[in-house]
Structures are given as C-alpha cells and as structure tokens.
C-alpha cells in the first residue's frame, strides 16, 4: 500500500509516533501525482519545493510539540479558488493570468498555521460555476473511477485528486453543491458547512450569499478534523457568526438512537436514476438498525430552488466578477479606449459558462426586471429556508441522495446547460437555505460508478451529521474501496 | 408666465475617520499615490469588507444632529458600474435603507428662518482618482481615496433660490464642522455638492423637469450655477422650447452650464444589496450613546451667547461660526467677564492673526497663537487700569507665540502704565517748559493745543500715562499757568 492511500488521521497517528515522517508521506504523494496525475488531472499547480519545505519545518515541530495538531504534516491539496500567498492562483479562468495572490486566504492561513503541508492548487469551473470541471478554461478533471467520466464539479479537482489518493485530503468550496456533487461523484466525503461557519476571506468570490468552504475527505473522522482546524468566526469576514465550534471528532461516537431521520418526499421523484434511489434507501434502512426512526417530512418549495439558484447566484456573481477588468491584476487586452479594453479583456479572459451567468445575472438586477427576478427570487429563498424550518421541527437531520445520478460523461451535458444545472437540484436548497450538509459514498451503480448519501442538519449541528455519517461509515466498507485508474 | 424654481442638494460630506471604510488603511492627505491602499480597498479577488464603525457613529452624529430618524436596520448595498477608479467594478453604498432618514435643517436667510427638509443621509465609499495626461498617453489610477468614507446628505428640494440653497450649504457645512465629522474643505473636494434645478410655473405643486448639475467646486460656483441654470430654463420655456431630464456640468470659466448626458444614456446601476455585509443594526443603545458626546449645535450657541453674554446678535454669530472659536470665547469669558470686549479682541485682532497664519484652514484650532487665557488676562489688566488699551496692542503682539501672559510681558517690558502723580507732572513739567510757543498759543485761547500736550506726554512716557490721570494733572498745570 502506498503511503498516499492513508487518511488523515492515519497518517496524523503514524505521524505522532514517529513512524513515518512528514517528508516521506509528501514525497510519497508526489510520487503518486506523478504515476496517476496525467491521467486524473486533478491539479492545475504543484508546489512541491515549498510543500517539502513545510514538511520538514512539519518534522521539526512533530520532534518537539507534546500534543501536535492533527494536520501537522499531512499534505492538503487546496482547490485553486484559494488565494495562496506567493502560490499561483487562477480559478481556472484565462482572465487572472498568472495572477500571484499578496495574500493568504484565513482558511489557508488557518491550514498553514496547522502545520498542513499544501501540494497544491486543484482544477475546477472556471469561477465555481458547473457541476463537472468541464468549464475549466485550461482542462478537463477525469473521474478516478472512470477516465471517461465527469469527477463532478465545481471542486471535482479536489475530489478526484483525494479519490486517486493524490492527497491527503483536500478543501474546496460549495456555492450550489460544489463539494458535495463531486465527493459523490468520486466516492469520497464532502461537507459543506454552515453558511457563516468558515471563514470566506480570501476565497474567489462567487455568489457571497452561499459561497461557503469545507473539507474533502477520505472518511468522515477525517472531514471532521479538518472541519474543527478551519471552523470559527474571522474578523476579516462579516458574514461568519461568533458560535462556538465544537470537537466534531469527539462527537462521532456510532450513537444515533432514537435521532429522527427527515426523508423529504420530494426529493424520491422521477429523474431520478434507480440505482441511486436503491442506494439511499438502503442506506436509511442501515441507520434505521442503528436506532434512528424515520420521518417523512415535505419541502413543499424544492421545486423552485434551481430557478431561484440561478437568479440569486448569477445576480452576485455578475456584480462579483467586476473587478475581472484587467485594470490592477490578471490580464488585460489592449484595447483602442477604456471600454474596447474593458471589452475584449472580459471577452478573451471569460470562457462560456461565465459569461452567460454574468449576462443571467446582470439581466435579472437590471432595473425593470429586479423585483420580477432578484427580488421574487429572494422572497422564495425565504420560502424555502422556512420549509427546512418547520421539517427540522419534527426530525433532526434529512437524508437524501446527494446528485440524481451518478458521473455522467464527459461531454455528455455540456451542450445542455439546463441537464447541467440539475446535477446540483438535491445540492442547491441547501446553500439557499444556508444549512450545513455531508455527502458521503453509500454504494455503486451497475457501471461501478460510487453513489453519494447526502445528510443535512440544522444550522451550526455540524456535529449531527457527522456523526450520523460517522455511524452509517463504520456499518459499511464504501469509503474502503479504492478506484484502479486505468485508461478505458 | 411667472415661474417658481425649485432647488434640491445632494451633498458628499468627507468623514474624519483616521482609516477607510471597509478596511484598515490610512485616510491621511497628501500620501503618495497608492500607498494608502490594501487588498481590500484595491478590489483583489477574495476580499471582504468590514464596515467601520466610527464611520457609523458619524452617521448617526449627523443624523441626530438633523432631527433625522436613524433607522435600527438599514441595508449596505453595491452599486454597480465600472470605470477603473473603482476597483470592484461596484460602490458600496446604500439604497433603499438608508441609515438616517427624514430630518431638517433651520436655516437663516437674512433674519428669516427657513426649514429645509432632509431626505436621507447615507453611508457609501468614495472612489480613487484616475490621473490623466501625466504619463504619455497612458492613464494612471491612484487608491488612495478609494473606500474614504462619504456620508451623502439629500435634501428635499424645499429650495426656492440660489441665495437659500447657499445659506443650507453654509449652514449644513458649518454643523458638520461642529460635529467633527468633515472638514468642509469644498475646493479640496471633502465637501461636495450637486444641484437639482426645475422649475415650474408659480402657484403649480407638480415639479417641472430635474436637471442635476455637477462640478460645483465652491459656494460661489453653487450660487452661480444655480441661477445660471433658473434662467437658462425660464428662457428656454419662454421661448417655446422644452428641458430634457439630464445632468450638466458647470463651466466655471465660462460661468454656464453645459450637458453631461441625458436620462436616457444614465446608467442601470443595478442596485443589490451587498452579501458580504449583514444588515447594519443600530440598537437605542448606541444611538443613545452617540446622542450624549453631541456638541452645543451652532443655532443654539449662537441664542446662548446673544442672551448669556448680552452680545449684539452680530458678535454672536460671528463667534458661534466655528467651534472652536466658540469654545475658545468661552474659556477667555471664564477668565474674565467683559464678553464685549472680549468678542472684540477676537473677532478684530486674533481674526486677523488667523487669517494672516492661515490658521482658520484647520477644522479645529487646537494651538491658538494667544492662549484664551491669556487674551481674557490682557483685557483684565485694560479693566484694570494696569494698562492702557493702546499699549495692550502691543502686548498682544508679543504674546503671539510666546505663550506668555500678559503681566509677564508687562513686567519684563516695563509696559505698565504710570499712576503715579509724580512722575505724570514731571513728564507735564518738561513738555510745558520745553514747548513754549504751543503753551502761549493755549493761554491766547487756543484749547485744540491741549491734545498736543497730551501726545506729547505720551511720547515722554512710552504710552504709559494713565490717560485719565494726566488729563487731569494736564488740565490742572494749564490752568494754573494761565492764572499766572
């Protein structure tokens, strides 16, 4: 077994006693980017000077520090929506150029600071927009599980490369669905946290009202860690709230009796592919021997969330992506007045799927149309907030499937941006609503590709699902199997 | 057909807050050109804004201070546009919540109250600068000023002329020079100020067409420009013709108004509120905690000191215009009573100094020239007897930077006034004995020659003979030599 297969806290404890260092686990991983990468092309950045540089000064520490973090060491890999310091950072768009951040992001400072060694910067959707990686400006992410498939998006970088075990683990981001698509897609575990819950700062604006940064993991014990090493309010960020973060590895204790599973109806409807319905009902009936009891709950507005997504998410990002004028940073075309080079900047620098948001979003915040679109929109996502209200009145967490189906192929949707959006229809009401959700593998379908088990909690009970996920985990050998790579 | 202007202003005040808005960095003058910015203020992918609450305090200064309503949640919102002095391609701002709402200003116009209604003040980042023609053919753009707060004050447009719409600004101004919270620096551009100008036929309440100007860089210009543009339109109408909604710039060397841009060609600024900051909540609490360290406002100063003073409304006012001023009457009056003579000193000789050492460019006179102390000591000494007010002059001129007092001055200079009998009538002595021609031409009648006399013992004395005293010993000497 390579080193590079291990999980985080495996690794942590190997680290601890001294059984393996810090080098030899990063050099490992290199070694392991080096045999999959080119045909995963999970990474759009490697900085492997520095990372072995930051696991040797990880060694140092892990000599004298009595009781060291559990990241101290371990090698990160950071979906390349992250400012890093110095590090290369380009959203998968052509219009940040070579854009060297001057700064680190607070969860990047956070990891850093944590001893975690960052490998480097993974592929994405141009801007975090697409569920597949295939609106990357520089190359399409192959699914570890099938090269002929879609890793899920838009962090289906940092699934793949943590699914391949070209990392340790991995962060992304989650806006619509964007962690928890491709955890599923890749067999692997993604949370999105609480909206307020990490930190913002320093991550590459989307759409700011649901934008939120989480961990993708190898296992459960693993996304918890990293969760409580990058949780907590930031002065740098307004909208994070002052709630105290909890141990979340010390919740996952396997005791889920009498916790009250909400299964919403309108989530088990046609579309749906059938081997991912059999797979979640299967799961719930694995945390029903557990002790938890059923709850058939309704969320009368899901109908309207991808609809709502769209106008809200395209409305913020279309005001966001402004500063993209190659005025102070990225590129910038050379145009015959301002507004050619305004033009022909945003023109060359934005690929498709961008810019159709922008022109999405731009329409519905125009005057004339805001109150039919941005505002309506708003009025609904309170809607749809106050659904998840009143189901978490009568059950503590939700269980659903996490996307519809499993990858599909590359190339397959991309075509049909409307296919595309419903990728994310089980992944959106929760960013609108806010809440906090993990999608963690809960079987195959028929072609070997890995099915996602989403649960959801109620605002700031991370704590909750994890340790439902944790529970339905140690029951099941999902997460223990491994993808062979090899071209089909 | 008679018309009736209307006036509304839209006024950007400059706040003084020692750091930007939403960001750390320094809102210091005069720096090099982006040295006062970060990430943030520079719109750098990833950053958030963080609104800074002494901006707010002076929100609701100003608000309280206009009999504002200051709204307990109000929304921050981006207004979008681009132009390469605005780095996020959006202003924050606010739109339909703003953070002080309703409120008026009394203003006086020649003896006459007027109350102007406000509409609304709000919280917004000010933009950097794009430098032009400095550098080739390049442009330059400097952050310095991107993300200095602004407070927007509108008014409704409760205006009928260009003199009442000056005598708002003025007194809009001078408030927030009381409060602190701007300077009021219009040539240097922390005090701005848009006009909307319609007009409409007298009698009618529909308003006539906006037309919104721009460039008004002084009150002068406001006036200017404002009248300019009344008769530009009544000609217009008288003529037959029709007014466009748009905005217009003001010419200031060819004193006209000249298009800018219609209605049609104004932006779509897509107005949202911003995601990245939560709705601003201000509890009573903190309303009530900015209402206590509110100053004494310049109107009720200005009755206080007219009744507690007994001084002619003039003075009043005139020592009422800025804080400090008031402040620094009020410590002289503390010393010593005689605020006539006081209000004098300072509006007459410490005015003038001012003016001269530039001093009244600074919002808030910290460092007088003549400690208020000292001044109210100087007219103690006139009341006093000690010394003459001719000699007191003097004084005060050496007092200036010194920071001594007077009777320090006095003594050292040897300044005081002479009382004494003896050495006042030797002093008349030598001037009789030494003027005989003007003493004959007293005692052939002549009493204009006794004025000589007097300037004449002056002169001997340095000015300081007790006026009252040798007049008396003078009158008495003469007499006595005309008996001879």
Redesign the interface.
Known sequence: MSLAQLTLHEASDKLRKRELTSVELTEAVYQRIADTDDKVHAYLTLAREAALEQANRADEKLKQARDPAPLLGIPIALKDNF?TKGLR?T?ASKI?GD?I???D?TTVDKVRSAGAVIIGKTNLDEFAMGSSVENSAFFATCNPWNLERIPGGSSGGSAAAVAADECIAALGTDTGGSIRQPAACCGIVGLKPTYGRVS??????F???MDQVGPMTKDVRDAALLLEAIAGQD?????SINSSVPRYSAALNGDIKGLRLGIPKEYFVSGMQIEVGEAVRSAIRELEKHGAVIEEISLPHTEYAVAVYYIVAT??A??N?????G???GRRANGKD?IET?MISRDEGFGAEVKRRIMLG?YA???GY?DAY?LKAQRVRTLIRKDFDAAFGRCDVIVTPTAPTTAFRLGEKTQDPLQMYLSDIYTISINLAGLPAISLPCGFDGEGMPIGLQIIGKHFDEATILRVADTYERATEWHKTKPRIQDR | MKYEPVIGLEVHAQLLTESKIFCGCSTKFGQEPNQNTCPVCAGFPGVLPVLNRRVVEFAIKAGLATHCEIARSSILARKNYFYPDLPKGYQISQYELPVCIGGYIDVDIDGTQKRVRLTRIHMEEDAGKNIHDAHGDASLVDLNRAGVPLLEIVSEPDMRTAAEAGAYLRTLRQILQYLEVCDGNMEEGSFRCDANVSIRPAGSEILGTKIEIKNLNSFRAVERAIKFEIDRQIDTLSDGGTLIQETRLWDENREETRSMRSKESAHDYRYFPDPDLLPLIIDDTWTDEVRVTLPELPATRKQRFAAEYTLPAYDAELLTARKDVADYFEAAVKVHPNAKALSNWIVGDLFRVLKERKLDDQLYISHWPVAAAHLAQLVQMIDHGKITGKIAKTVFEAMLDSNKPPQQIVGETGLEQVSDTGSIETAIDQVLASNPKQLAQYQSGNEKVFGYFVGQVMKATQGRANPQKLNEILREKLKTSVRQ
Do not use: N, Q, V
Request: with cysteine.
């Open positions: 400012l950072t959203c940040l854009f951040p001057p700064y992001a913002r700062y320093g991550i590459i604006a759409a700011s009202s002065p740098a960020d307004s909208t409305a913020e279309s005001s992506l402004a500063r993209y004028d005025m102070r940073f301002l305004y731009t915040l125009s005057a805001y941005y």
